[in-house]
């Protein structure tokens, strides 16, 4: 399973350790049920507060050391700051950044295939 969320979160400020305590207890049912996860982080705007903003980044790997689950740190890296690859929303990613993001997944998520 690969696990992203978070990122509609941090842009409307909520609370980190809600958006922790969804996170964990999503991986946690799916080990439950013998699914290996792989974590994918997000990172956001420095511009909601650099405390806020760092913590939000940090939220995954302490994730993934608890759960311990392989993690993608951050999905959009290499391409995050090219507004080529994203959407009209300036915030999902279109059709051309999705090699980009395999590229930056693929590597984590085989090395869980059995």
């Known amino acids: ?10 842009l409307r400020g ?3 350790d809600t958006m922790k305590d969804n996170l964990t207890n999503m991986l946690v049912a799916a ?6 996860a792989v974590l994918i982080g997000m990172q956001i705007p420095s511009n909601y ?12 790997g302490e994730i993934a050391r608890k759960q311990k689950v392989p993690l993608v740190p951050f999905m959009l890296e290499g391409f995050a700051l090219d507004t080529t690859a994203f959407q009209a929303d300036g915030i999902h990613p279109n059709a051309g950044a999705q090699p ?7 590597p ?5 295939l059995k």
Do not use: C, V
């Not at 984590?108 to 869980?112: D, E, P, V």
């Open 49 to 60: 507060g650099p405390a806020y903003a760092r913590r939000f980044g940090d939220t995954f």
């Open 31 to 36: 080990r439950r049920n013998g699914t290996q």
């Open 100 to 106: 980009k993001i395999l590229e930056n997944i693929w």
């Open 1 to 10: 399973m690969i696990l992203e969320l978070g990122a509609n979160d941090g």
């Open 14 to 16: 909520l609370s980190l």
């Open 108 to 112: 984590t998520f085989s090395a869980t």
